[in-house]
């Protein structure tokens, strides 16, 4: 069973910078994207960054419109790895995040699907 472990969360003061990682332990076969997603209290889990491989190995990125020049992903497919560079952080970034990959297969599991992060805690405050 293939696991993501989110690390780098924690508490920043505004303007401050955090950088998130994500590992998946164990194989992975195919991938066809990594995100990062963000959920505040009281809000739906929304998409913050991702990276998509097309057919032809082209990496695409996205990014929503309120990180947009302020964060940037970025990833290590040696080590199955996926990062969030996050700079000039606002309070409005207060928020657990969780990183998806997206239609993964394994060894184990030759059907893609989707795996999930446990959350990491980033709050922006002075």
């Known amino acids: 069973q293939l696991q993501l472990v989110e690390s780098g969360g924690g508490l920043v003061q505004p303007g401050g910078s955090l950088r998130l990682s994500c590992v998946a332990s164990?194989?992975?076969?195919?991938?066809?994207?990594m995100a990062w997603y963000r959920q505040a209290p009281g809000k739906e889990r929304e998409l913050v960054s991702s990276l998509t491989l097309s057919s032809t190995n082209y990496l695409s990125t996205n990014y929503a419109d309120s990180v947009k020049g302020r964060f940037t992903i970025s990833r290590d497919n040696a080590k199955n790895t996926v990062n969030l560079q996050m700079n000039s952080l606002k309070p409005e970034d207060t928020a657990v995040y969780y990183c998806?990959?997206?239609?993964?297969?394994?060894?184990?599991?030759?059907?893609?699907?989707?795996?999930w992060g446990q959350g990491t805690q980033v709050t922006v405050s002075s």
């Open positions: 164990g194989i992975i076969l195919r991938i066809d994207s």
């Open positions: 998806n990959f997206g239609g993964v297969t394994t060894p184990s599991n030759l059907y893609a699907r989707d795996y």
